[in-house]
């Protein structure tokens, strides 16, 4: 019999609360949890010999997102970004553990929630194995644990001088969506997906797990590029250099955004929850045929350096600092 998901449901204070909705929609079966449902805990069976990588993320209505927002996409968001954490640590995610405020009932909320959330869950092989629910402003907790091996795990602290930058996938779109809600921007075409790309993130998981070994140092790009190259710097103890001109632009420029806007939103826009890692130069190879393998484009946008600052090369080689250039949060 395939375990349900213990949700904790305090007594409901009346037939049919928002309690025994969340009961209802919260139940689903879970693949690979020992024990889960109507006990004090879960119970969780790692394989043989491999390490735990847990991570939390908790996002906040007014803050994280829009309180009208898609609740199918906030429930698939809701689990991808945590998901996302554990790719960009070459860990493969397998259970999850949401705690939810909610401000009312409201039943097709709750039901287009768990559906965008399960249907995450499903892409990337995660059980809910538990979590918690209380009556409050709007207020999503996701933890998320993943597997991998002892050693293998890919840290933000193993970049060298000399190996290469590279990012994944389409860096910017998200922000392009973001800047649409916000009424900044009006695309020419492809809205929809500069909308799903900041609704529906997909976190690099088949990426992650195989660049073990071959990336030196990796994180999942949340805050913006620049900034989140920062933490690999600080890590790493290393400078480096992104070359403007080798910035995957194209997919942004033809939403008919400048090209300004485009590479702002590239370099600074968050959200895009795509793998920003270092590695070594013999790996080009390896990493295109990755690329193919996948079809997911990687791009080589610069490379790590001495100590030093983080500097930008423009198309006529001229080296600028960042900060010098309105980009300084990374600092
Ligand atoms: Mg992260």
Redesign the pocket.
């Known amino acids: 019999m395939p375990a349900t998901v213990p949700i904790a449901v305090p007594p409901p204070p009346s037939a049919a609360s928002e309690f025994e909705l969340i009961r209802r929609h919260f139940s689903r079966p879970c693949a690979h949890t020992t024990l889960a449902g109507g006990d004090d805990a879960a119970l969780l069976q790692p394989r043989a010999g491999m390490q735990l990588a847990v991570?939390t993320d908790m996002l906040v209505a007014g803050t994280h997102f829009f309180a009208d927002t898609d609740p199918a996409g906030l429930g698939w968001k809701a689990l991808a970004v945590n998901v996302?954490?554990l790719a960009?640590m070459g860990a493969a995610p397998r259970w999850a553990l949401l705690s939810l405020a909610l401000p009312a009932a409201d039943e097709a909320w709750i039901a287009a929630f768990a559906d965008g959330f399960y249907a995450c869950a499903a892409r990337y092989g995660v059980d809910l194995a538990g979590g918690d629910t209380t009556r409050g402003p709007l207020n999503l907790s996701v933890t998320i644990i993943g597997e991998v091996p002892p050693a293998r795990a890919v840290t933000r602290g193993g970049g060298r001088p000399g190996d290469d930058l590279w990012v994944s996938g389409q860096p910017g779109l998200a922000a392009l969506g973001l800047a649409m809600l916000r009424g900044q921007f009006r695309p020419d075409r492809d809205g929809e997906r500069c909308l799903d790309a900041l609704h529906r993130p997909q976190p690099r998981v088949e990426l992650g797990l195989a660049l073990r070994g071959v990336a030196s140092a990796m994180?999942?790009v949340?805050d913006g590029l620049l900034g989140?190259l920062g933490h690999i710097l600080e890590q790493s103890r290393c400078g480096a250099i992104v070359e403007l001109d080798r910035l995957p632009v194209a997919a942004l420029l033809a939403t008919g955004a400048d090209p300004l806007l485009a590479q702002r939103c590239l370099l600074r826009g968050g959200d895009d929850y795509e793998l920003l890692f270092s590695a070594p130069p013999a790996e080009r190879t390896t990493l295109a045929g990755l690329s193919q393998r996948l079809a997911l484009p990687l791009t080589r946008i610069g490379c790590l350096t001495e100590p030093g600052s983080l500097l930008l090369r423009h198309a006529d080689g001229r080296l600028e600092p960042a900060a010098a250039a309105g980009y300084d949060h990374f600092a």
Do not use: I, V
């Open positions: 991570s996302s954490d960009a994180l999942d949340s989140d």
